[in-house]
């Protein structure tokens, strides 16, 4: 059983450009969570998506972001117009339902933005 | 509102060493606490949990940590620090009817050899 896949590993964006950002739930897996973690820091929840319905975007800025969850085919968390302080590294978390528990974690996906 | 406090970015311990990694949560509910671990350029692998039930928790690669409501606590040990362990380490509580995990900024353990 395959874990949570992300792609790509590292993403080099040069300012203004858009970010996107993939993510593929283990099987059996429709809630997903977008998580960011700056240098030095913990993980800050950015939005939680099942499929088809954002859940909670409470944690995403208003602009430039955005996430879907489509019928077919992985999570996307879209990063318009990038600025510096948008490098991170940006994590994917599934899990089979909504509740509390064990969220299982993606590698992460590395963004530079030059 | 909830918080989690891990007390010392770096924590250095020598191989063969106990390891205490400390971990402090605010919550109004019962909450579920968790203890993730990073190697480097790596994503999260959960190292163990608690969600109800015996307070005294063992995970993967020789870890546990102990639920202690009174001191709103739960602090992971390993007898014996191993080269393998040094990562980072996060704590995480989230409360029984909610999905969100907070987190708390993370601990690097560094093993001397």
């Known amino acids: 059983n395959a874990g949570v896949m992300q792609n790509p590993r590292h993403l080099v964006r040069r300012r203004g450009q858009e970010a996107r950002l993939r993510c593929s739930p283990m099987k059996g897996h429709s809630h997903v969570y977008w998580y960011r973690q700056l240098p030095e820091e913990g993980l800050k929840f950015m939005v939680y998506?099942?499929?088809?319905?954002?859940?909670?975007e409470s944690g995403m800025p208003k602009e430039r972001f955005s996430a879907e969850f489509p019928k077919e085919g992985p999570s996307i968390l879209r990063i318009q117009q990038v600025v510096r302080g948008d490098s991170a590294a940006y994590f994917c978390?599934?899990?089979?339902?909504?509740?509390?528990?064990?969220?299982?974690f993606g590698p992460g996906t590395r963004l530079t933005v030059l | 509102a909830q918080s989690v406090t891990q007390l010392g970015s770096h924590v250095s311990v020598s191989e063969g060493a106990l390891v205490l990694l400390r971990c402090n949560y605010s919550?109004?509910?019962?909450?579920?606490l968790f203890w993730y671990v990073q190697y480097p350029n790596q994503g999260l692998q959960l190292l163990l949990k608690?969600?109800?039930?015996a307070t005294l928790v063992k995970g993967i690669n020789g870890f546990e940590a102990e639920f202690k409501k009174s001191e709103t606590s739960f602090h992971l040990t390993k007898p014996s620090a191993h080269m393998s362990d040094a990562a980072e380490y996060f704590c995480?509580?989230?409360?029984?009817?909610?999905?969100?995990?907070?987190w708390g900024a993370g601990t690097k353990l560094i093993i001397k050899p």
């Open positions: 998506l099942q499929k088809e319905n954002i859940i909670d």
């Open positions: 995480a509580v989230s409360e029984d009817s909610n999905y969100q995990l907070i």
């Open positions: 919550s109004s509910v019962p909450p579920y």
């Open positions: 608690y969600t109800t039930g």
């Open positions: 978390a599934s899990s089979p339902s909504g509740g509390p528990g064990e969220q299982f």
